[in-house]
C-alpha cells in the first residue's frame, strides 16, 4: 500500500491581531530567548516594534539580526550564525516575507551542522533534517509559504546559485499568520506574492507528487487566491480579500510541501539568481508559458484547477478548460502589470549568455522532473526565450 507523508508546523495562529499571542506561543514551548531574523526595511519602518513590543510586555530579553537580504545568501546565513552562537538563544523568530523566514530556517540548519560544513552542503539531494534551534516564523506577506514548509532557498555566492535546501531542519516548529500585517505591503509586492502562492498551489496540484492529502490544501488554497488577489491588488485595505490571501498563501505552502513544486520553479530560481529577479516576480513571468508548455501532458489536472479556480464552469470540457486556465493567467499578468524580462530591464545579451548555464541549474534542482511534462536542457532555453520575448 502506498504510504502518504505529511509535514507541517506543530501550531499554527492565523487571524488578524494573531501577533499578539507570540508571547504565549513562545510560553507554550518553553521558550523565552528569541533571536528575532528580518530585514532593514523591517527596522527602519518601525514594524519590528509589532514584534519586540509584546515580547517586552512579557518580560521576554529579543534580539535582532537585521542583516538579511531580498535573496538570502549563505554570507548572510554565516553572519547570522555567528550572531547566534554569540549569544544565548533558545529559538529564531523569522519576521518578514520569505527571506527573513528563509534565512531564520537556514541559520537553524548551519548552527547545527559538523564543522567545516557549509550551506552548499546542504543543497537538494541532500536531506537537512537537523536544526540547532527551533524556528517561528511570522509572514508579513501572502507569499512565499514559507512559514508551512520543509524547505529554504539560498544563494550560493561563489556559484550565483539559488540552491533548493530541503529537510525537516527546514521545519518551522510553529508560525503565526495575521493577516494585518500585509495591509502596508505595496501593490507590486501584493501581486508578485499572490501569483507566487498561485503558483505553489497550482504546481502542487499537477505535480507527479501530488496525494490525496497535498490536493486538500492545494484545492482550498487555490480557490482562495483565485477570488481575492485582485481584489486585495486594487483594494489593499480590504480585510476580508487579505484575511484569504494570507490564508491562501499559508495553504499552499502546505500543499507544495507536501507535494512538491515543478518547473516553473525551477527555472524561476536562475533567473532570480542571476538577474536579481524577486522570486513572486520570476514565477510570475514563467507561469503562463510553463502552463501553455504542461497542458496537454496534465491537461485532466489543469483543466480541473481551472474548474477549482472558477475561470472554467463545471462540466466544461477538460480542452476546452486548460486553454481558459491559460488565457486567464496571461490576463491576471497583463491586469497586474508583470513585466517581461526585457521590460524588467534584463538585458538581451545577458541574458542570452546564460541561458545553458540556466537551464543546467533549473534541472539540477530537481523540480523540472516533477512536472507532468518534464522538459529537457533545449526546451527549458526555448521557454527561456519565449519569455522574454513577453
Not at 540547532?132 to 555566492?157: H, K, M, N, Q, Y
Not at 486585495?232 to 505552502?253: F, K, Q, S, V, Y
Not at 474548474?307 to 486553454?323: F, Q, S, W
Request: aromatic share 6%; hydrophobic share 45%.
Amino acid at each position: 500500500m502506498h504510504t502518504i507523508s505529511l509535514v507541517a508546523p506543530r501550531k499554527l495562529l492565523i487571524g488578524g491581531g494573531s501577533l499578539a499571542k507570540l508571547p504565549a506561543l513562545l510560553a507554550e514551548f518553553g521558550l523565552s530567548r528569541p533571536l528575532v531574523v528580518t530585514d532593514p526595511w523591517m527596522v527602519s519602518s518601525g514594524l519590528i516594534d509589532r514584534v519586540l513590543a509584546p515580547l517586552a510586555s512579557a518580560n521576554m530579553t529579543a534580539h535582532v539580526f537585521s542583516d538579511t537580504v531580498a535573496d538570502p545568501t549563505d554570507t548572510v546565513v554565516k553572519a547570522g550564525v555567528d550572531v547566534l552562537k554569540g549569544g544565548h538563544f533558545d529559538c529564531l523568530v523569522g519576521f518578514g516575507g520569505g527571506s527573513p523566514m528563509d534565512t531564520a530556517k537556514a541559520m537553524a540548519i548551519l548552527a547545527a551542522a559538523r564543522t567545516g560544513q557549509v550551506m552548499r552542503d546542504f543543497k537538494v539531494p541532500a536531506s537537512a533534517d537537523r536544526a540547532a534551534l527551533p524556528v517561528i516564523c511570522i509572514p508579513t506577506t501572502a507569499g512565499t509559504g514559507s512559514e508551512a514548509t520543509r524547505f529554504t532557498i539560498v544563494t550560493d555566492t561563489a556559484h550565483d546559485e539559488k540552491m533548493l535546501i530541503m529537510g525537516l531542519g527546514a521545519l518551522p516548529l510553529a508560525a503565526l499568520v495575521d493577516y494585518e500585517l500585509t495591509f502596508s505591503v505595496p501593490a507590486r509586492i501584493t501581486a508578485d506574492t499572490g501569483i507566487d502562492s498561485l503558483t505553489h498551489a497550482l504546481e502542487a496540484y499537477v505535480s507527479s507528487k501530488a496525494n490525496s492529502f497535498s490536493d486538500l490544501y492545494a484545492t482550498a488554497a487555490m480557490r482562495l487566491i483565485a477570488a481575492n488577489l485582485r481584489t486585495a491588488h486594487a483594494e489593499p485595505r480590504n480585510a476580508a480579500a487579505r484575511a484569504a490571501m494570507m490564508e491562501g498563501a499559508t495553504l499552499a505552502g502546505l500543499a507544495f510541501s507536501n507535494s512538491s513544486v515543478a518547473l516553473v520553479h525551477g527555472m524561476s530560481r536562475p533567473l532570480g539568481a542571476h538577474f536579481h529577479v524577486p522570486h513572486g516576480l520570476s514565477n510570475a513571468m514563467l507561469l503562463p508559458a510553463v502552463t501553455r508548455f504542461g497542458l496537454e501532458a496534465g491537461l485532466k489536472r489543469y483543466a480541473e484547477a481551472a474548474r477549482i479556480m472558477g475561470v472554467a464552469p463545471a462540466g466544461t470540457p477538460d480542452a476546452e478548460a486548460g486553454r481558459l486556465l491559460v488565457q486567464e493567467l496571461e490576463a491576471l499578468n497583463r491586469e497586474l502589470r508583470v513585466p517581461a524580462p526585457g521590460e524588467y530591464g534584463i538585458p538581451k545579451e545577458g541574458f542570452e549568455g546564460l541561458l545553458p548555464l540556466m537551464a543546467e541549474q533549473a534541472l539540477a534542482s530537481g523540480s523540472p522532473g516533477n512536472n507532468p511534462r518534464v522538459p529537457d536542457a533545449a526546451q527549458i532555453i526555448a521557454l527561456y526565450r519565449e519569455v522574454y520575448a513577453g
